[in-house]
């Protein structure tokens, strides 16, 4: 069964960190790229960030790039997202995806999606 389980999520002041986690499980890491959307309320989801299970290459946002990092640790299937200088404008709920294109544009083309984790940032 393919899982992908978000975790790190909560509430933070303006200009703080956190750090989200998504591990995954039920398919091969190395085969798919993993990438965090976030959706605010009444709005379309976005992509933030991708990483390629095979060789860890990284897309992101341009309006993110700089603020946030994503990397992963494949001995333990798990992709982190490091946000710094959180911004209210940055609230949303954060979804990670396993697909096979390494794509942030392409919401469609995933095929697995994790139950989300919350992130609310105070101002």
């Known amino acids: 069964e393919v899982q992908l389980v978000e975790s790190g999520g909560g509430l933070v002041q303006a200009g703080g960190s956190l750090r989200l986690s998504c591990a995954a499980s039920g398919f091969t890491f190395a085969d798919y790229a993993i990438a965090w959307f976030r959706q605010a309320p009444g709005k379309e989801r976005e992509g933030v960030s991708c990483?390629?299970?095979?060789?860890?290459?990284?897309h992101y946002a341009k309006s993110l790039k700089g603020r946030f990092t994503i990397s992963s640790d494949n001995a333990k299937n798990t992709v982190y997202l490091e946000m710094n200088g959180l911004k209210p404008e940055d609230t949303a709920v954060y979804y990670c995806?396993?697909?096979?294109?390494?794509?942030?544009?392409?919401?469609?083309?995933?095929?697995?999606w994790g139950q989300g984790t919350q992130v609310t940032v105070s101002a």
């Open positions: 995806a396993a697909g096979l294109l390494q794509t942030i544009t392409a919401v469609d083309s995933f095929d697995y």
């Open positions: 990483v390629s299970g095979r060789d860890g290459s990284t």
